[in-house]
């Protein structure tokens, strides 16, 4: 009998905090890998607990991943992807731009420990202010823009639809849109190609409720903030990172809102921020460029303004 050996896909989560642990336990749950959950050494114990905890409910669940808590950067070594939730979060009347220097500081230890364990893997950053903190991992990775990913579109698009779906009250299934630009307030929701079951919305709703489900969208993440009083979302967060992860891993080909290395797309030239492209095996493997119009593009030249205002602290 030929004893064929199977590559399990190794997946790692940087920042064992709120988002980090929910994506681990997600991944798991989907099987899409084994997954090594890293924080730092004085959280050592605590890591290893979340992430004993989260194996101790396999067996009740049914799921075969294994769930590793560490600090140590060998137990992480290899990893096919590195998801970078390490840093601080917000608190209410806080903006992600107030955490640009604690987390730039962090993401730049942290990729200096992936570039040299795990020299291969595709890396989705989430650590806030998102599309800075992209750009600094790039800048500290060296890696090929295709593998360096930001997190940001999956999740503002999630929150969109949502609100699309209880305002026509539809199955979210039908819901399509995106969401263009940075992850900040002035993030761009584009209306115009949105829809629920091919339906164009602006043929649904009146202009007043696109508009304030469009403004509910941009502040989704304060929201949240202000609703639980200290820390920030992580539920959809980490469901959105495990989409993506899942497309990379399954090689999907998934038309995807992420954050990417823009060079003359949109006309921005070496500027991170979201834009839909093919998330696959290749990580990032084409960026969609779409028609906008005026407007739209207005609203999303003020989103880069507000992006390269952020990597300009990041670049010192
Ligand atoms: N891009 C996005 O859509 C989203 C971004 N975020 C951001 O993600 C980050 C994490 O959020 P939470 O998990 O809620 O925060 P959290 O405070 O619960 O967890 C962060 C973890 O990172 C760890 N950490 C700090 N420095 C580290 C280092 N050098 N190496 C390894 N681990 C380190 C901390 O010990 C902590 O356990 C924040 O910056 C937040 O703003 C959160 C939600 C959505
Ligand atoms: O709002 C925050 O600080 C966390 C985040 O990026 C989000 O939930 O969109």
Request: include cysteine.
């Amino acid at each position: 009998m030929t004893i064929v050996a199977i590559h399990r896909k190794k997946i790692t989560v940087v920042g064992a905090g709120f988002t980090g642990a929910t994506t681990a336990l997600m991944l798991a749950q989907k099987e899409l890998g084994d997954i090594v959950l890293l924080d730092i050494p004085q959280l050592e114990n605590p890591t290893k607990g979340k992430a004993l905890d989260m194996l101790e409910a396999s067996p009740v669940q049914g799921f075969d991943s294994s769930i590793t808590g560490t600090s140590s950067y060998e137990d992480a070594a290899n990893s096919d992807i590195v998801i970078i939730t390490a840093g601080i979060a917000r608190k209410p009347g806080m903006s992600r731009d107030d955490l640009v220097s604690t987390n730039a500081g962090i993401v730049r230890t942290v990729c200096e420990n992936v570039k040299k364990y795990c020299p291969d893997s595709t890396v989705i950053i989430l650590s806030n202010p998102v599309d800075a903190m992209t750009y600094a991992a790039y800048q500290a990775l060296g890696f090929p823009k295709n593998r360096v990913i930001g997190q940001s579109g999956v999740l503002d698009t999630a929150r969109y639809c949502t609100f699309i779906a209880q305002e026509l009250n539809v199955s979210v299934e039908d819901v399509r849109g995106f969401v263009l630009g940075g992850h900040g307030d002035d993030m761009v929701p584009l209306v115009r190609y949105s829809s629920v079951g091919g339906i164009p919305i602006d043929t649904l709703l009146s202009k007043e409720r696109i508009e304030a489900i469009v403004q509910r969208t941009r502040v989704g993440g304060g929201e949240i903030v202000n609703l639980l009083g200290s820390g920030s979302a992580y539920y959809a967060p980490a469901a959105s990172l495990v989409q993506m992860t899942e497309a990379i891993l399954k090689d999907k080909k998934r038309v995807l809102p992420v954050i990417a290395l823009l060079e003359g797309e949109y006309g921005y030239d070496q500027l991170f921020m979201g834009v839909p492209v093919i998330l696959g095996g290749n990580g990032i493997e084409r960026i969609f460029e779409l028609e906008l119009t005026a407007d739209e593009k207005a609203a999303l030249d003020k989103s880069a303004d507000s992006v390269r205002n952020v990597i300009k602290i990041v670049q010192g």
